[in-house]
T-cell receptor, first 112, second 114 residues
């Protein structure tokens, strides 16, 4: 069965650079969630999109932005990267009326 | 979001049952109890969820107390592949569409001994 695809799997950036993370949800899933997991921490919700509209927002820095496109894939754009942005970034997708989120394998971002 | 409390860690032996407890004394009537787990170096994975009645699936069973203030995730025969962090999460069923984020608490780190 198709799963949530995230790319790239690993990303190394310098401070103050920008990064774009991509998420391809499971086909026919209409909601995408982004989570950040710092080293030794639990996943923290960043932002979500339902039918291409932002539906909820968590502790996402102003330097980050995200959107969901017409084909339902989503991108998380991160600017002015800081050392503290080094983390695993997970994307999850969900289909309407099903109360289960399916997670991708994550993108490991390292900011040097 | 209503809060859950889980033990930091638990240890069990392979092929033995494991009972993972979760306390949620402030649960509301519209909160579902969800369990997710995160295996090392992987994204979280759905395990099971329920509202009031006990639930079974191919991965686990969920036993919910009659007053719903606690629940227990049961792995009937643990394997080494069940070693993970297990999260008990409450989700309000009446939230508007797309607003049903997962709020991960501390979780229980389960170690399985061969």
């Amino acid at each position: 069965a198709a799963g949530v695809i995230q790319s790239p799997r690993h990303l190394i950036k310098e401070k103050r650079e920008t990064a774009t993370l991509k998420c391809y949800p499971i086909p026919r899933h209409d909601t995408v969630y982004w989570y950040q997991q710092g080293p030794g921490q639990d996943p923290q919700f960043l932002i979500s999109f339902y039918e291409k509209m932002q539906s909820d927002k968590g502790s996402i820095p102003d330097r980050f932005s995200a959107q969901q496109f017409s084909d339902y894939h989503s991108e998380l754009n991160m600017s002015s990267l800081e050392l503290g942005d080094s983390a695993l970034y997970f994307c999850a997708s969900r289909v309407l009326a099903k109360n289960i989120q399916y997670f991708g394998a994550g993108t490991r971002l390292s900011v040097l | 979001d209503a809060k859950t409390t889980q033990p930091n860690s638990m240890e069990s032996n392979e092929e033995e049952p494991v009972h993972l407890p979760c306390n949620h004394s402030t649960i509301s009537g519209t909160d579902y109890i969800h369990w997710y787990r995160q295996l090392p170096s992987q994204g979280p994975e759905y395990v099971i969820h329920g509202l009031t009645s006990n639930v079974n699936n191919r991965m686990a069973s969920l036993a919910i107390a009659e007053d719903r203030k606690s629940s227990t995730l049961i792995l009937h025969r643990a394997t080494l592949r069940d070693a993970a962090v297990y999260y008990c999460i409450l989700r309000d069923v009446v939230l508007r569409e797309g607003a049903q984020k997962l709020v991960f608490g501390q979780g229980t780190r389960l170690t399985i001994n061969p």
